[in-house]
């Protein structure tokens, strides 16, 4: 009976020790996790109309890269794009982008960027600068982006649940 019990004092204790370093774990990688956005970047074509309505200041990207002037003795890898043949219309045609188009809003504590659309938006992408972390919460009217750094909190608040979509964009 003593070899019984000590059997499960050792199982009872295994036990413990076990739903202890998982408990942990899954703390530690939730707590790490919480402020990761997964939704994958959209990659959307910027046309000549959507470069001249962005209202942010260009930015300059680390995954850039600048390519050297073309020297006439090289072939191009690929065909130069057609010439377009058709007369340019005095209307906008629409954005390639399923929804509208696309603004950056540059802030002291990262780059949230929107596809705003007539009647809602999407998040591109959000990016914390330096020093700031980042969380962001969805639902079906409205979509907010927080960095924060120490006590410092910038908002990027995109609403659209009664109206087209606006972007506010709040320090505090």
Same mark, same amino acid.
């Given at each position: ?13 295994? &036990?413990? !020790? ?13 707590? @790490?996790?919480?402020?990761?956005? =997964? ?5 959307? $074509?910027? #046309? ?9 200041? $260009? ?9 050297? +002037?073309? &020297?006439?003795?090289?072939? +191009?890898?690929? !065909? $130069?794009? +057609?010439?377009? &043949?058709?007369? *340019?219309?005095?209307? +906008?045609?629409?954005? *390639? ?6 603004? &950056? =809003? ?17 998040? @591109? ?22 960095? !924060?750094?120490? !006590? ?6 995109? #609403? ?6 606006? @972007?506010?964009?709040?320090? =505090?």
């Amino acid at each position: 009976m003593a070899a019984m019990r000590r059997g499960l004092i050792h199982v009872l204790a295994w &036990s413990l !020790a076990t739903g202890a370093a998982v408990t942990l774990s899954w703390w530690g990688v939730h707590t @790490v996790m919480a402020g990761t956005a =997964y939704d994958p970047p959209r990659a959307l $074509p910027i #046309t000549a109309a959507d470069a001249t309505t962005q209202e942010s200041r $260009p930015l300059a990207s680390s995954t850039a890269r600048s390519t050297p +002037p073309a &020297s006439p003795s090289r072939t +191009p890898s690929r !065909a $130069p794009a +057609p010439s377009p &043949s058709k007369t *340019p219309t005095t209307t +906008p045609s629409p954005s *390639p982008s399923a929804s509208g188009q696309v603004k &950056s =809003y540059d802030t002291e504590g990262g780059r949230a960027v929107f596809d705003l659309g007539r009647t809602s938006a999407t998040l @591109v992408s959000a990016t914390p600068g330096a020093g700031w972390s980042m969380q962001v919460w969805k639902t079906e009217t409205w979509i907010r982006v927080e960095f !924060a750094s120490g !006590a410092d909190r910038v908002s990027v608040f995109c #609403t659209w649940h009664d109206s087209a979509p606006r @972007v506010e964009v709040g320090t =505090y």
